[in-house]
């Protein structure tokens, strides 16, 4: 049977991972600064993340939603002390789509309204209700999602002021835009969807699926607007490739039995590797480290006169490449055998593991002056 033939992929097999690396088996080297879209938090094959799972695995693999599994009170407890949001309650699912699916649900059931408004460039997943939420329209025009959304261009007051009213379920943002190219909401920007959100009875979700768990220098993106959503939903990082995602859930917004559900979500596994992923980030100081590594990237990434529009917010980085540099991922992977992401074809999208080292952000910086000396000849 052929895989369905969906995504656009590099001819290139990892088997072997650790920290910042991976090697193909010819033994060959890469360094690894998109983590595979950005699930790496921690770093490949990391010991204490390792052991944890193989230690759980051994006790009891898999289980799922039908009897009290004590490793869900774990996690949700560390998550909301580490996070800020001790008194949210969590619900745990797969996925980034599956996360604002049951988010935007959940403003759906408690505001009694199914409008949304989300935003110019937003990318928000795969499912047909994440995927309405997306600013797409070669996928959303082909087909009924059967969702009323109306896209807006991301921080305009004046827009936003128009658009959300009392027939508004929810406003969903990005902390950071990922997909859309690395774009930030300003802060005030955020404080602003929050009154009026307030005002109107319409709820706000923060999609942190990218630039949540620490990412951004805070743990979560938003927090640098010190405002306080009612939704937030996380995925990739969460549990560094192994697939768990989450719903923060204001407290005013109750469960009743049946509301949500799913088979896999919070299982045994995915929590253990969820709660051995906080406990690095917590003891590897991991945040703090993107900050400075975020910070030190970006200014020497200003120092390249032919990258443009260099931005960043901890390790969630992107630059502009003119129309001449346009081969230079290529390039990185090729012949620095080193990977990085896109945003279209003109931006380079940088999400490393949170753990990156100063060498190998230089190994980097010098390969990248290498391959921007080269392609001018
Ligand atoms: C901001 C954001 N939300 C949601 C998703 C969807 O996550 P998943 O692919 O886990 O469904 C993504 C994936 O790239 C994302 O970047």
Redesign the pocket.
């Known amino acids: 049977m052929n895989l369905y033939n969906v995504y656009p992929l590099f001819d290139i097999t990892p088997i072997k991972g650790e920290g910042s690396y991976l090697w193909d088996a010819e033994g060959q080297k890469y360094l690894d600064l998109y983590g595979g ?1 950005a699930v790496i938090s921690i770093g490949h094959t990391h010991p204490h993340y390792v052991k944890r799972i193989t230690e759980q695995l051994n006790k009891i693999g898999f289980y799922s939603n039908s009897i009290k599994n004590p490793i869900q009170s774990e996690l949700s407890d560390k998550l909301g002390a580490i996070s800020g949001y001790m008194d949210y309650q969590l619900f745990l699912c797969n ?4 996360a ?1 699916e049951n988010a935007l649900k959940l403003a759906s059931f408690a505001s009694g309204r199914k409008k949304v408004i989300a935003f110019n460039k937003s ?4 499912t047909s209700g ?1 995927v309405a939420a997306t600013d797409n329209p070669k996928i959303v025009s082909s087909f009924n999602t059967g969702h009323e959304v109306e896209f807006i261009p991301l921080n305009d007051k004046e827009a936003a002021d128009k658009a959300i009213n009392e027939e508004v379920a929810a406003v969903i943002i ?1 902390g950071i835009q ?2 859309g190219g690395i774009q930030f909401p300003e802060n005030d920007f955020l404080a602003f969807l929050r009154k009026k959100c307030d005002a109107a009875g319409s709820y706000l979700i923060l ?1 942190e ?2 630039s949540g768990y620490g990412r951004s220098g805070y743990f979560f993106a938003h927090q640098s607007a010190e405002i306080k959503p009612d939704l937030i939903t996380t ?2 990082g969460m549990g560094n490739g192994f697939p768990i ?1 989450g719903v923060l859930i204001h407290p005013k917004i109750k469960p009743w039995a049946g509301q949500l559900g799913t088979t896999f979500g919070g299982n045994y596994l995915a929590c253990v590797a969820g709660l051995a992923v906080l406990e690095v980030i917590e003891e590897e100081r991991l945040i703090q480290n993107a900050e400075k590594l975020g910070k030190y990237l970006l200014q020497e990434l200003k120092s390249f006169s032919s990258l443009e529009n260099v931005r960043g917010r901890g390790l969630m980085i992107g630059f502009n490449l003119p129309e001449n540099l346009l081969g230079l991922r290529n390039d990185l992977l090729y012949k620095y055998k080193i990977f990085t992401g896109a945003a279209g074809k003109e931006v380079i999208r940088l999400l490393p593991s949170l753990g990156l080292k100063k060498k190998e952000a230089d190994e980097f910086l010098e390969a990248l002056s290498d391959a921007l000396k080269n392609s001018k000849q």
């Not at 996925?95 to 599956?98: D, K, L, R």
């Not at 990318?123 to 795969?126: M, P, V």
């Open positions: 879209h996925s980034g789509a599956e604002n990318f928000h997943g795969r994440a990005e990922g997909v999609d699926v990218q995925a990739k995602g």
